[in-house]
Protein backbone atom coordinates (compact mmCIF):
# COMPACT_ATOMS: atom_id res chain seq x y z
CA UNK A 1 0.00 0.00 0.00
CA UNK A 2 1.22 3.81 -0.69
CA UNK A 3 0.00 7.00 0.93
CA UNK A 4 -2.01 7.42 -2.31
CA UNK A 5 -4.09 4.34 -1.51
CA UNK A 6 -5.11 5.82 1.88
CA UNK A 7 -9.01 7.51 1.98
CA UNK A 8 -10.44 10.88 1.34
CA UNK A 9 -9.85 12.71 4.76
CA UNK A 10 -12.88 11.96 6.47
CA UNK A 11 -13.54 15.44 7.86
CA UNK A 12 -14.87 16.63 4.41
CA UNK A 13 -17.77 15.05 4.98
CA UNK A 14 -18.89 16.88 7.89
CA UNK A 15 -18.81 20.15 5.68
CA UNK A 16 -22.38 20.88 4.98
CA UNK A 17 -23.23 19.90 8.67
CA UNK A 18 -21.07 22.88 9.16
CA UNK A 19 -22.74 24.96 6.70
CA UNK A 20 -25.93 23.81 7.93
CA UNK A 21 -24.90 24.89 11.56
CA UNK A 22 -23.67 28.39 10.67
CA UNK A 23 -27.05 29.71 9.57
CA UNK A 24 -28.43 29.53 13.32
CA UNK A 25 -29.15 33.25 13.57
CA UNK A 26 -27.28 32.63 17.22
CA UNK A 27 -24.00 31.54 15.32
CA UNK A 28 -22.43 28.04 15.34
CA UNK A 29 -21.51 26.12 18.75
CA UNK A 30 -18.45 24.42 17.10
CA UNK A 31 -17.93 21.13 19.31
CA UNK A 32 -16.24 18.74 16.57
CA UNK A 33 -13.27 18.94 17.04
CA UNK A 34 -10.75 18.54 20.36
CA UNK A 35 -8.46 21.56 19.49
CA UNK A 36 -7.29 23.76 22.70
CA UNK A 37 -9.12 27.27 22.55
CA UNK A 38 -7.83 28.16 26.09
CA UNK A 39 -4.37 30.29 26.42
CA UNK A 40 -1.02 28.34 25.80
CA UNK A 41 -0.05 29.15 29.85
CA UNK A 42 2.24 32.35 30.11
CA UNK A 43 4.66 30.14 31.99
CA UNK A 44 5.07 28.22 29.06
CA UNK A 45 4.92 30.64 26.51
CA UNK A 46 7.15 32.88 28.61
CA UNK A 47 9.72 29.25 28.61
CA UNK A 48 9.49 29.27 24.49
CA UNK A 49 10.61 32.72 24.53
CA UNK A 50 13.70 32.66 26.53
CA UNK A 51 14.72 29.59 24.22
CA UNK A 52 14.32 31.42 21.09
CA UNK A 53 18.32 31.38 19.90
CA UNK A 54 18.37 27.71 18.73
CA UNK A 55 20.81 27.85 16.18
CA UNK A 56 22.33 24.48 16.49
CA UNK A 57 19.98 21.20 15.57
CA UNK A 58 17.95 19.87 18.05
CA UNK A 59 18.96 16.76 19.94
CA UNK A 60 16.50 14.16 18.99
CA UNK A 61 17.07 12.14 22.08
CA UNK A 62 15.84 15.53 23.78
CA UNK A 63 17.59 17.65 26.04
CA UNK A 64 18.95 16.17 29.36
CA UNK A 65 16.50 19.03 31.34
CA UNK A 66 13.21 17.26 29.20
CA UNK A 67 14.33 13.85 29.70
CA UNK A 68 14.62 13.89 33.09
CA UNK A 69 10.97 16.07 33.52
CA UNK A 70 9.62 13.31 31.37
CA UNK A 71 11.10 10.59 33.92
CA UNK A 72 9.64 12.92 37.14
CA UNK A 73 6.44 13.52 35.34
CA UNK A 74 5.77 9.85 35.16
CA UNK A 75 6.35 9.07 39.18
CA UNK A 76 4.53 12.08 40.61
CA UNK A 77 1.73 12.04 38.42
CA UNK A 78 1.49 8.46 37.02
CA UNK A 79 2.92 6.66 40.05
CA UNK A 80 5.50 5.27 37.32
CA UNK A 81 8.88 5.28 39.74
CA UNK A 82 11.19 3.18 38.02
CA UNK A 83 12.34 4.76 34.66
CA UNK A 84 15.36 6.35 33.37
CA UNK A 85 16.25 8.64 30.75
CA UNK A 86 16.72 5.60 28.28
CA UNK A 87 13.28 4.88 29.01
CA UNK A 88 11.98 8.21 27.66
CA UNK A 89 12.13 9.91 24.22
CA UNK A 90 10.16 13.13 22.86
CA UNK A 91 7.92 13.05 19.61
CA UNK A 92 6.62 15.76 16.96
CA UNK A 93 3.24 15.43 18.68
CA UNK A 94 1.63 12.21 19.47
CA UNK A 95 -0.50 11.44 15.90
CA UNK A 96 3.25 11.11 13.88
CA UNK A 97 4.30 8.51 16.51
CA UNK A 98 1.06 6.67 16.39
CA UNK A 99 0.92 7.20 12.59
CA UNK A 100 4.72 6.06 12.12
CA UNK A 101 5.08 3.54 14.85
CA UNK A 102 4.33 0.40 12.56
CA UNK A 103 6.65 1.66 10.12
CA UNK A 104 9.45 2.66 13.01
CA UNK A 105 9.45 -1.38 14.41
CA UNK A 106 9.69 -2.59 11.09
CA UNK A 107 6.38 -4.49 10.18
CA UNK A 108 4.75 -5.32 7.30
CA UNK A 109 2.26 -7.11 4.96
CA UNK A 110 0.82 -9.97 6.77
CA UNK A 111 1.48 -8.87 10.54
CA UNK A 112 -1.57 -7.49 12.34
CA UNK A 113 -2.45 -4.23 14.37
CA UNK A 114 -4.97 -4.27 16.61
CA UNK A 115 -6.71 -1.99 17.49
CA UNK A 116 -9.56 -0.50 19.72
CA UNK A 117 -12.89 -1.22 18.08
CA UNK A 118 -14.29 2.28 18.81
CA UNK A 119 -11.04 4.06 17.96
CA UNK A 120 -9.05 7.67 16.74
CA UNK A 121 -8.89 6.56 13.32
CA UNK A 122 -5.00 7.06 12.90
CA UNK A 123 -4.14 3.57 14.73
CA UNK A 124 -5.56 1.72 11.32
CA UNK A 125 -4.23 4.11 8.94
CA UNK A 126 -0.34 3.68 10.09
CA UNK A 127 -1.41 -0.55 9.74
CA UNK A 128 -2.26 0.15 6.17
CA UNK A 129 0.73 2.26 5.31
CA UNK A 130 2.98 -0.48 5.89
CA UNK A 131 0.54 -3.06 4.16
CA UNK A 132 -0.21 -4.52 7.81
CA UNK A 133 -3.92 -5.77 8.60
CA UNK A 134 -5.74 -3.17 11.18
CA UNK A 135 -8.11 -5.34 13.40
CA UNK A 136 -10.29 -3.93 15.76
CA UNK A 137 -10.79 -6.18 18.98
CA UNK A 138 -10.96 -4.86 22.83
CA UNK A 139 -10.75 -7.94 24.73
CA UNK A 140 -7.16 -9.28 25.34
CA UNK A 141 -8.80 -12.73 24.51
CA UNK A 142 -9.76 -11.90 21.09
CA UNK A 143 -6.26 -10.31 20.61
CA UNK A 144 -4.54 -13.20 17.59
CA UNK A 145 -1.76 -14.52 16.99
CA UNK A 146 0.37 -12.83 14.78
CA UNK A 147 -0.40 -9.82 16.17
CA UNK A 148 3.21 -7.76 16.56
CA UNK A 149 1.43 -4.30 17.91
CA UNK A 150 -1.72 -3.73 19.84
CA UNK A 151 -2.42 -0.37 20.75
CA UNK A 152 -5.15 0.66 23.47
CA UNK A 153 -6.36 4.05 24.43
CA UNK A 154 -6.83 4.73 27.81
CA UNK A 155 -8.57 7.03 28.62
CA UNK A 156 -10.11 6.79 25.06
CA UNK A 157 -10.88 9.10 21.92
CA UNK A 158 -14.04 9.23 21.35
CA UNK A 159 -15.29 6.96 23.80
CA UNK A 160 -13.57 7.53 27.44
CA UNK A 161 -13.60 3.99 27.96
CA UNK A 162 -10.51 3.72 30.75
CA UNK A 163 -8.67 0.88 31.73
CA UNK A 164 -8.12 -0.30 35.41
CA UNK A 165 -4.85 -1.55 36.60
CA UNK A 166 -6.38 -5.23 36.57
CA UNK A 167 -7.59 -5.02 33.01
CA UNK A 168 -4.52 -3.40 31.99
CA UNK A 169 -2.31 -6.56 33.95
CA UNK A 170 -4.41 -8.79 31.63
CA UNK A 171 -3.98 -7.23 28.38
CA UNK A 172 0.08 -7.06 29.41
CA UNK A 173 -0.02 -11.00 29.74
CA UNK A 174 -1.89 -11.46 26.54
CA UNK A 175 0.73 -8.97 24.27
CA UNK A 176 3.60 -10.94 26.20
CA UNK A 177 1.90 -14.54 25.73
CA UNK A 178 2.14 -13.18 21.64
CA UNK A 179 5.41 -11.30 21.74
CA UNK A 180 3.97 -8.48 20.53
CA UNK A 181 4.28 -4.29 21.28
CA UNK A 182 1.91 -3.55 23.82
CA UNK A 183 1.49 0.64 23.27
CA UNK A 184 -0.82 2.64 25.66
CA UNK A 185 -2.05 6.29 24.25
CA UNK A 186 -2.37 7.51 27.14
CA UNK A 187 -2.89 11.50 26.24
CA UNK A 188 -5.98 12.20 28.51
CA UNK A 189 -4.90 10.86 31.84
CA UNK A 190 -5.10 13.80 33.44
CA UNK A 191 -8.95 14.62 32.76
CA UNK A 192 -10.77 12.00 35.13
CA UNK A 193 -14.24 12.44 36.03
CA UNK A 194 -16.48 9.67 37.05
CA UNK A 195 -16.51 6.72 39.22
CA UNK A 196 -13.12 5.60 40.63
CA UNK A 197 -10.96 8.41 38.28
CA UNK A 198 -13.24 11.12 40.08
CA UNK A 199 -10.82 10.50 42.99
CA UNK A 200 -7.51 8.68 42.12
CA UNK A 201 -5.32 8.80 38.89
CA UNK A 202 -5.72 7.19 35.66
CA UNK A 203 -3.48 4.07 35.54
CA UNK A 204 -0.46 3.87 32.91
CA UNK A 205 0.47 0.76 31.07
CA UNK A 206 3.71 1.21 32.88
CA UNK A 207 2.60 1.19 36.27
CA UNK A 208 4.59 -1.37 38.54
CA UNK A 209 1.16 -2.87 39.54
CA UNK A 210 0.61 -3.76 36.23
CA UNK A 211 3.95 -4.51 34.66
CA UNK A 212 5.03 -7.07 37.49
CA UNK A 213 8.29 -5.74 37.27
CA UNK A 214 8.91 -5.88 33.55
CA UNK A 215 8.47 -3.30 30.94
CA UNK A 216 9.51 -5.54 28.05
CA UNK A 217 7.83 -4.41 25.08
CA UNK A 218 5.66 -1.99 27.01
CA UNK A 219 5.53 1.57 25.34
CA UNK A 220 2.99 4.61 26.62
CA UNK A 221 2.56 7.70 24.35
CA UNK A 222 1.48 10.88 26.35
CA UNK A 223 0.87 14.01 24.71
CA UNK A 224 0.96 17.62 26.40
CA UNK A 225 -1.65 18.86 23.81
CA UNK A 226 -4.53 18.93 26.17
CA UNK A 227 -3.58 19.27 29.63
CA UNK A 228 -1.62 22.54 28.84
CA UNK A 229 -2.65 23.81 25.43
CA UNK A 230 0.33 22.70 23.17
CA UNK A 231 -1.36 21.70 20.54
CA UNK A 232 0.42 24.05 18.28
CA UNK A 233 3.52 23.56 19.79
CA UNK A 234 3.34 19.99 18.88
CA UNK A 235 4.73 18.61 22.10
CA UNK A 236 4.55 14.92 23.16
CA UNK A 237 6.62 11.63 24.28
CA UNK A 238 6.46 8.39 24.86
CA UNK A 239 8.31 6.17 27.78
CA UNK A 240 8.80 2.24 28.54
CA UNK A 241 11.07 -0.92 27.10
CA UNK A 242 14.80 1.13 27.06
CA UNK A 243 15.22 -1.97 24.28
CA UNK A 244 12.28 -0.70 21.66
CA UNK A 245 13.14 3.48 23.02
CA UNK A 246 16.66 3.05 21.91
CA UNK A 247 15.37 1.44 18.59
CA UNK A 248 12.97 4.02 17.73
CA UNK A 249 15.65 6.59 18.36
CA UNK A 250 18.01 5.71 15.85
CA UNK A 251 15.27 5.55 13.42
CA UNK A 252 14.20 9.01 14.55
CA UNK A 253 17.67 10.43 13.88
CA UNK A 254 18.31 8.87 10.39
CA UNK A 255 14.45 10.50 9.73
CA UNK A 256 15.58 13.53 11.29
CA UNK A 257 12.55 13.67 13.58
CA UNK A 258 13.96 16.35 15.97
CA UNK A 259 11.48 18.28 18.54
CA UNK A 260 12.32 21.70 17.94
CA UNK A 261 14.81 22.73 20.76
CA UNK A 262 12.53 26.05 22.20
CA UNK A 263 9.82 23.64 22.64
CA UNK A 264 12.08 21.13 24.09
CA UNK A 265 12.85 23.33 26.88
CA UNK A 266 9.00 24.40 26.96
CA UNK A 267 8.02 21.18 27.39
CA UNK A 268 10.48 20.96 30.19
CA UNK A 269 8.98 23.57 32.40
CA UNK A 270 5.30 22.49 31.28
CA UNK A 271 6.01 19.15 32.98
CA UNK A 272 7.43 20.33 35.78
CA UNK A 273 4.27 23.08 36.78
CA UNK A 274 1.06 21.36 37.95
CA UNK A 275 -0.77 24.40 38.44
CA UNK A 276 -1.83 25.20 35.11
CA UNK A 277 -2.59 21.70 34.40
CA UNK A 278 -5.26 21.48 37.37
CA UNK A 279 -6.82 25.08 36.18
CA UNK A 280 -7.47 23.39 32.25
CA UNK A 281 -9.34 20.26 34.00
CA UNK A 282 -11.76 22.65 36.05
CA UNK A 283 -12.48 24.69 32.50
CA UNK A 284 -13.10 21.41 30.99
CA UNK A 285 -15.67 20.49 34.22
CA UNK A 286 -16.97 23.69 33.85
CA UNK A 287 -17.98 22.97 30.25
CA UNK A 288 -18.51 19.02 30.75
CA UNK A 289 -20.98 19.67 33.86
CA UNK A 290 -22.78 21.91 31.72
CA UNK A 291 -23.53 19.80 28.62
CA UNK A 292 -24.29 17.04 29.50
CA UNK A 293 -26.98 16.98 31.12
CA UNK A 294 -28.55 19.43 28.34
CA UNK A 295 -27.47 16.69 25.97
CA UNK A 296 -29.44 14.40 28.54
CA UNK A 297 -32.32 16.82 28.80
CA UNK A 298 -32.14 16.77 24.67
CA UNK A 299 -32.95 12.83 24.84
CA UNK A 300 -29.18 11.85 24.30
CA UNK A 301 -27.86 8.96 26.42
CA UNK A 302 -23.80 9.56 27.44
CA UNK A 303 -21.62 6.23 27.50
CA UNK A 304 -18.60 5.90 28.24
CA UNK A 305 -17.13 9.50 28.76
CA UNK A 306 -16.31 8.67 32.49
CA UNK A 307 -12.41 10.48 31.76
CA UNK A 308 -11.27 12.42 28.77
CA UNK A 309 -12.06 15.33 26.49
CA UNK A 310 -15.19 14.43 24.83
CA UNK A 311 -18.50 13.20 25.77
CA UNK A 312 -19.89 10.27 23.46
CA UNK A 313 -23.49 10.33 23.25
CA UNK A 314 -26.29 8.82 20.89
CA UNK A 315 -30.35 9.24 20.61
CA UNK A 316 -30.59 5.86 19.49
CA UNK A 317 -30.41 6.58 15.81
CA UNK A 318 -28.49 6.90 12.82
CA UNK A 319 -25.16 9.20 13.56
CA UNK A 320 -26.11 11.21 10.97
CA UNK A 321 -29.23 11.56 11.74
CA UNK A 322 -28.32 13.16 14.83
CA UNK A 323 -25.70 15.51 13.24
CA UNK A 324 -28.36 17.08 11.28
CA UNK A 325 -30.73 17.40 14.24
CA UNK A 326 -27.93 19.31 16.39
CA UNK A 327 -26.38 21.38 12.97
CA UNK A 328 -30.16 22.79 13.12
CA UNK A 329 -29.41 24.21 16.69
CA UNK A 330 -26.27 25.21 15.45
CA UNK A 331 -24.53 22.91 17.03
CA UNK A 332 -21.51 20.58 15.45
CA UNK A 333 -20.85 17.37 16.89
CA UNK A 334 -18.24 14.73 15.22
CA UNK A 335 -20.02 11.83 13.58
CA UNK A 336 -19.38 8.62 15.28
CA UNK A 337 -18.75 6.17 12.12
CA UNK A 338 -15.56 8.12 12.13
CA UNK A 339 -14.62 5.72 14.36
CA UNK A 340 -15.11 2.66 13.21
CA UNK A 341 -18.13 0.32 12.29
CA UNK A 342 -19.39 -0.07 15.60
CA UNK A 343 -20.10 3.51 16.54
CA UNK A 344 -23.08 4.30 13.62
CA UNK A 345 -25.16 5.46 15.91
CA UNK A 346 -23.40 8.32 18.38
CA UNK A 347 -21.61 11.33 18.19
CA UNK A 348 -18.90 13.06 20.16
CA UNK A 349 -19.25 16.47 21.94
CA UNK A 350 -15.86 17.81 22.57
CA UNK A 351 -15.34 20.35 25.67
CA UNK A 352 -12.74 22.48 23.61
CA UNK A 353 -15.20 25.30 22.68
CA UNK A 354 -14.93 28.95 24.64
CA UNK A 355 -17.00 28.14 27.99
CA UNK A 356 -19.13 31.06 26.99
CA UNK A 357 -20.11 28.83 23.28
CA UNK A 358 -20.30 25.33 25.38
CA UNK A 359 -22.80 27.54 27.76
CA UNK A 360 -24.98 28.57 25.07
CA UNK A 361 -24.98 25.02 23.12
CA UNK A 362 -26.57 23.97 26.62
CA UNK A 363 -29.06 26.33 26.81
CA UNK A 364 -29.93 25.51 22.89
CA UNK A 365 -30.38 22.21 24.16
CA UNK A 366 -32.41 22.25 26.86
CA UNK A 367 -35.10 24.17 24.99
CA UNK A 368 -34.84 21.82 22.11
CA UNK A 369 -37.48 19.09 21.57
CA UNK A 370 -35.43 16.20 19.41
Known sequence: MSVHDLADYPWDAVVPYRERA??????????????????TPEVIRRALSEATDAHAYPQTVGTPSLREAIVDWYARRRGVTDLTVDNVLPTIGSK??????PTLLGLREGDIVVHPRVAYPTYEVGARVVGATPLPADDPAEWPEGAKLIWINTPGNPDGRTWTVDELAAAVHRARELGAVLASDECYAELGWDGPWASEPVPSVLDPRVTG??????????????????AGYR???????????????????????????????????????????AAQKELYRERRDALRPALESA???ID??????????????????SMAKLADL?????????????????VRLALTAPTERVLEAARRLRSASL
Open 22 to 39: AQHPAGLVDLSVGSPVDP
Open 96 to 101: ELVALL
Open 235 to 277: AAFLAGCARIVGELLTARKHLGLMPPAPVQHAMAVALGDDDHV
Open 304 to 321: GSEAGLYLWATAGEDAWV
Open 330 to 346: GILAGPGPFYGAHSGEH
Open 213 to 230: GSRANLLSVYSLSKQSNL
Open 299 to 301: GFR
